[in-house]
């Protein structure tokens, strides 16, 4: 879960919505966790995705 926390607190400071690749540059995670992550994070609706490959906190 600990990614999880991470890739969303990324987000919430970038105050936009950001691509996957993005989200791994701020964090410092590596890309495949940081797609597992968002997933996770989609699945349970705490992201969403306003237009394509780009995702924000709900």
Do not use: F, H, T
């Not at 999880?4 to 540059?25: F, R």
């Not at 597992?36 to 995705?49: C, F, H, N, Y």
């Amino acid at each position: 879960m600990e990614n999880n926390e991470k890739v969303l607190s990324a987000m919430k400071q970038a105050g936009k919505a950001l691509k996957a690749g993005e989200i791994a540059e701020i964090s410092g995670i590596d890309r495949k966790l940081v797609d597992k992550a968002m997933k996770d994070l989609k699945d349970s609706g705490a992201i969403v995705s306003p237009k394509k490959c780009y995702w924000e906190p709900k």
